[in-house]
């Protein structure tokens, strides 16, 4: 079992910035995967980032050059930094952890963009 836990979540005006964080605990293995995915109200949820245990990293189209993705091996955390928020940014931010075919995932942070 993977238990994850993310922080970070709250309100900034258009333009701002918030830095999220996700750690996971229990039967933590290599290779994984970890990903920030958020859903807004009425909408599906989506994938926003993931990086690999060895760093290689992944973005959708709409958070490119805004959000970056990383992670601290050592403390089994992801980071994901989001500048230049926009109101369309806002949702709940959900932290996944992926291995092999297991998929886990944490209880989400709310982010909302709002002036």
């Known amino acids: 079992q993977v238990q994850l836990v993310e922080s970070g979540g709250g309100l900034v005006q258009p333009g701002g910035s918030l830095r999220l964080s996700c750690v996971a605990s229990?039967?933590?293995?290599?290779?994984?995967?970890m990903g920030w995915y958020r859903q807004a109200p009425g909408k599906q949820r989506e994938l926003v980032a993931t990086?690999?245990?060895?760093?290689?990293?992944y973005y959708t189209e709409s958070v490119k050059g805004r959000f970056t993705i990383s992670r601290d091996n050592a403390k089994n955390t992801a980071y994901l930094q989001m500048n230049s928020l926009k109101p369309e940014d806002t949702a709940v931010y959900s932290c996944?952890?992926?291995?092999?075919?297991?998929?886990?995932w944490g209880q989400g942070t709310q982010v909302t963009v709002s002036s």
């Open positions: 996944n952890y992926r291995r092999d075919s297991t998929t886990y």
């Open positions: 229990g039967s933590i293995f290599s290779p994984n995967v």
């Open positions: 990086i690999t245990a060895g760093g290689t990293t």
